[in-house]
């Protein structure tokens, strides 16, 4: 979907969320621990929602739809993922240049 494809390839680090996710909260909330602020697109809330949804879905085959993670333009994956990542020491050096100076 072409709003999907626009709001990564225009920031950083995109989560598309759910407002009742608590994984997504959690994700997002180690990314803001890890000094990053993330552009956190809501999809239950915007009136694409349903379409982005899918979309998202389509590109991540068996996988949980939310949280999907974009760093860099590119899909890191969900909460498992991302996780997985930070545990191996993988997620800050992807998180670098995106960090804020504080």
Do not use: W
């Not at 759910?18 to 994700?27: E, F, I, M, N, P």
């Not at 909330?29 to 999809?43: A, D, G, R, T, W």
Request: proline share 6%; charged share 15%; with cysteine.
């Amino acid at each position: 979907m072409e709003k999907i494809k626009s709001l990564v390839s225009e920031n950083g680090v995109v989560i598309f969320t759910k407002s009742t996710c608590c994984l997504c909260y959690a994700v997002t909330i180690l990314f803001q621990k890890l000094s990053v602020n993330p552009v956190v697109y809501e999809i239950d809330q915007h009136p694409q929602g349903r379409e982005m949804e899918q979309a998202l879905l389509k590109q991540r085959c068996n996988s949980p739809h939310v949280p999907a993670v974009y760093i860099a333009g590119k899909l890191v994956g969900s909460t498992n993922e991302v996780m997985s990542l930070h545990l191996s020491g993988s997620l800050i050096p992807l998180l670098k240049p995106y960090q804020s100076l504080s």
